[in-house]
Every structure is written in structure tokens, then in C-alpha cells.
């Protein structure tokens, strides 16, 4: 991704920093209620939502829209207000990626936020407390993790994919005896980070991933040397009147190509 002009990326970097300091705190209060049994809802009847989820979004929206009040917000744990679509910038947030794996007791979940100008992630971080790490990323400035410059790892000679089986068995014959596939990690948003900081090789995202769960990390992703992209070929845009997604492919280089010819040619919408 090119690096912004000088006035955006004054405004980014500060930005960068509010996101930063509001998903640590968001973070603690999400931590709270990690291992003590929190009370929880379902939505929809299939998606479980906590009251840590709730807590959490509710400081980041009261910290973030009284620092940036002209700024839109979307978030998975607040109604959809369209007069968001009239704003510059928007707040892109998931107060707790993995609700799941986090009633679960599994670590890997996190805080997702990011701001977006016209279709594109301006500043993102992902904070994951249980786990004691932080990803941050601006366009053009680099991919970090705990401070530390991150990059996809190289193609080796067995790749470790993510993502739904079907489309794994998808892969063409020729990569089938090279791939290892990953355990499932209910916080996708992790699992974008994962490529990112080369613990992974690559995923598929299944149809309906939300801008909220993936603004920050893509990213993220896209500053360590990787890419998430559509059926189309093309990085999804976030936070305008449409903000879910048909499926997705996430890696680098070689092997992206390839998950991206699989997704592009399937059933999955």
C-alpha cells in the first residue's frame, strides 16, 4: 500500500495512537471477564454476544467518538447508523473478535479497530491481551508487533492454510501433499495476524466475513508483505453502505495467487 501525503499521515499517526491506547484499555476491561464466566446472548440465535463484548464496545465508542466526534462508527455490537456514510473517516471496530474462543477460554482473540477514509484502513491494531501481544500498521509505515517489525514468512516446502475445508480441498493436486491445515481459530482478525507476523502461510475466508472483522488486519497483512483479496482479485473496501463480504483469500506471493484462483473459481459466494 503507498505511503499517505504528509497532511494524512500527520492525521493517521494520530489517530494510530488514540486506536492504540484505547484498544489496550479495551483490552483490560475485556480481561475482566476472560475465565469468569460472563453473562451471555445470543443474536440471531446462532451468534453469542457477552457482556464483556458490550463493556468493551462501550468504552471505545464513548473514548474514540468524544476524541474524533465528526468521525462515523461501525462496530459489530452497535446499530448501524447510516449517517456514518456522510463522514470522512469512520471508527471500523470488533470490541472482542472471537467471542467464542473467548468464552471458550482460548487466548486468541482480540480488540479490532481501525479508522477508514473512503474505503481503505488508515491506521489499524489489533490488541490481544490473553496472549500479550499487539499488532499495529499504517499504510505505507510497516507492520508491528510488540514494537517489532513484522513480515510474511517465504514459501516453504509444506504451506500451513486456514480456513474452511472445502475450499482447502480445492487446491489444485499439484499443492495438495504440501499442505498442512491450521487448527481453527475462531477470531479471524488473529488469523489475518497470524499470516502477517509468519506463523501462517495463508487462509480462506468463508462468505460473510464483516468489515469489522477484518479492516484492521488486512491492514496489518498488507504492511508485512501479504494481501487479502475478493473473488475479483481486488483488497475489499470497508465501511460504505455494503459491509460484508463474499468468501476471501488471505497470503503472499505465489500461494496467495493460487487460493484466489480457487475462491474466485468455487461455489462459495
Keep these: 500500500m503507498p505511503a499517505l501525503d504528509q497532511p494524512v499521515l500527520a492525521e493517521a499517526r494520530k489517530d ?13 476491561i475485556a480481561m475482566r471477564y476472560f ?5 451471555v446472548w445470543m443474536k440471531g440465535g446462532t451468534s453469542p454476544v457477552s457482556e464483556a463484548d458490550h463493556a468493551a464496545d462501550n468504552y471505545l465508542r464513548e473514548t474514540l467518538l468524544k476524541a474524533r466526534p465528526d468521525y462515523g462508527w461501525l462496530s459489530e455490537e452497535t446499530a448501524d447508523d447510516h449517517a456514518r ?42 490488541e490481544c491481551p490473553a496472549k500479550q ?49 491450521a487448527a481453527y481459530i475462531p477470531s479471524l482478525a488473529y488469523r489475518l495476524a497470524m499470516i502477517a507476523a ?10 460473510n466475513a464483516h468489515d469489522w472483522d477484518i479492516a484492521a488486519a488486512d491492514l496489518i497483512l498488507v504492511e508485512a508483505g501479504g494481501a487479502l483479496l475478493d473473488r475479483g482479485g481486488q483488497p475489499p473496501r470497508y465501511a460504505g453502505s455494503v459491509i460484508n463480504h463474499g468468501a476471501l483469500a488471505a497470503g503472499s506471493g505465489e500461494l496467495l495467487d493460487i487460493l484466489a484462483g480457487v475462491i474466485a473459481g468455487s461455489d462459495e459466494g
Excluded at 473517516?89 to 481501525?114: E, K, M, N, Q, Y
Excluded at 499487539?134 to 492454510?161: H, Q, S
Excluded at 509468519?198 to 462468505?207: I, N, R, S, W
Aim: hydrophobic share 40%; net charge neutral.
Design 85 to 126: 456514510l456522510s463522514a470522512c473517516r469512520t471508527f471500523v471496530v470488533d470490541p472482542i473478535d472471537g467471542t467464542r474462543g473467548f468464552l471458550d477460554g482460548l487466548h486468541s482473540w482480540c480488540v479490532s479497530v481501525a479508522v477508514v477514509e473512503d474505503g481503505r484502513s488508515l491506521a489499524g491494531v489489533l
Design 133 to 181: 501481544e499487539t499488532y499495529w500498521a499504517m499504510p505505507g509505515e510497516g507492520a508491528f508487533l510488540n514494537g517489532k517489525r513484522i513480515r510474511v514468512r517465504p514459501l516453504g516446502d509444506t504451506v500451513d492454510i486456514g480456513g474452511p475445508k472445502p475450499l482447502i480441498d480445492l487446491m489444485p493436486e499439484a499443492w495438495q501433499g504440501r499442505i498442512r491445515r
Design 198 to 207: 509468519g506463523k501462517l502461510d495463508a487462509t480462506f475466508v468463508k462468505p
Design 35 to 39: 475465565g469468569n464466566s460472563p453473562q
Design 16 to 28: 494510530l495512537a488514540l486506536l492504540r491506547d484505547a484498544a489496550r484499555e479495551a483490552g483490560a
